[in-house]
């Protein structure tokens, strides 16, 4: 389950019972794969569980953060996000080759996987259910700021719209710029306004009034 390999993502065609076709198939795969001895249907549902509770946006949260304050490590994470990622510790499944893009006043950056749902999980967890549908993945690259409108971000007319397409080898993580109001704040507190979606690039960091 980890190898992940594109143009495998079919659409999903709802049939009368209540499996989409890839949810069919993996049942299919993981019932064959145990019958013959290959898997642990507990290891598997283990590996699930740590991705849905244990890895999600908290990680990416703590990179951005870190970034915000800390500008030698904001260079490293430019430099090489992979190697910078990992020294807080976040390795491992899809998320082997990082790059962070990071925001300014003049860019802002978006971040898709136009032929399946490529994404961070070792930063961001697992993927949002639109991240993996296909208007999300064929319009983010037509029409980004349209997109992102939808998502409630209205961006100048100005800013540059950059769009990153994940592959298998390579995944991103947006770095938001960190909010103008948050002088004086810890760490934790930056970490705490760091959305998913701030690190997608659908939205943007929660102001720190919201702390208040
Ligand atoms: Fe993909």
């Not at 699930?48 to 490293?76: L, Q």
């Not at 020294?87 to 978006?110: C, D, I, K, P, W």
């Not at 296909?134 to 950059?162: K, M, N």
């Amino acid at each position: 389950m980890s190898e992940h390999h594109h143009g495998h993502d079919h659409d999903h065609h709802h049939h009368d019972n209540h499996f989409t076709d890839m949810e069919a198939r993996v049942k299919a795969l993981e019932t064959v794969l145990t019958e013959k001895g290959l898997i642990d249907p507990a290891a598997i549902d283990a590996i699930v569980e740590t991705y849905e509770t244990k890895i999600g946006p908290r990680n990416g949260a703590r990179v951005v953060a870190k970034a915000w304050v800390d500008p030698d490590f904001a260079e490293w994470l430019k430099r090489d996000a992979t190697e910078a990622i990992a020294s807080l510790g976040y390795t491992g499944r899809q998320g082997e080759h990082m790059r962070a893009v990071f925001n300014t006043a003049e860019t802002h950056n978006l971040v898709v996987c136009t032929l399946c749902s490529c994404y961070p999980w070792s930063v961001l967890g697992l993927p949002p259910v639109w991240y993996k549908a296909p208007p999300y993945r064929s319009r983010a690259v037509i029409d980004p700021r349209g997109v992102l409108q939808e998502f409630g971000l209205i961006l100048p007319e100005t800013t540059r719209i950059r769009v990153w397409d994940s592959t298998a080898e390579l995944r991103y993580l947006v770095i938001p710029e960190r909010p103008a109001d948050t002088d004086g704040f810890s760490e934790e507190e930056l970490a705490g306004l760091v959305t998913r979606d701030a690190m997608i690039g659908t939205g943007l960091a929660l102001s720190g009034e919201t702390l208040r």
